[in-house]
Nanobody
Framework: VQLQASGGGLVQAGGSLRLSCAAS????????MAWYRQAPGKQREVVAR???????NYADSVKGRFTISGGHAKNTVFLQMNSLEPEDTAVYYC?????????WGKGTQVTVSS
């Protein structure tokens, strides 16, 4: 299974970006699709996840600004990021949990300038 993430870039504070992540390969049951991020010198943290059945949850720091969506059947997850802040600058990684196995994308850089 491979995950391909895209959509990162440089944006001014207050702007928006949309990240995408598509899974390919032998995929059985996608149970969780999630986005994580890692800023320089910090640990990787979960940003948002969507669980099979549609339940979503978000880090407190992004609630009301970010929206995760996706189709488990289409094996694709999106992260719409609005009202971006310099503190959102990080490498963003997608994660799929397929059956009981965890897969990661390579990461896409998001840089928010003040």
């Amino acid at each position: 299974v491979q995950l391909q993430a895209s959509g990162g870039g440089l944006v001014q504070a207050g702007g928006s970006l949309r990240l995408s992540c598509a899974a390919s390969g032998r995929i059985s049951s996608v149970n969780v699709m999630a986005w994580y991020r890692q800023a320089p010198g910090k640990q990787r943290e979960v940003v948002a996840r969507i669980i099979r059945g549609g339940t979503t949850n978000y880090a407190d720091s992004v609630k009301g600004r970010f929206t995760i969506s996706g189709g488990h059947a289409k094996n694709t997850v999106f992260l719409q990021m609005n009202s971006l802040e310099p503190e959102d600058t990080a490498v963003y990684y997608c994660q799929f949990i397929i059956s009981v196995s965890v897969y990661w994308g390579k990461g896409t850089q998001v840089t928010v300038s003040s």
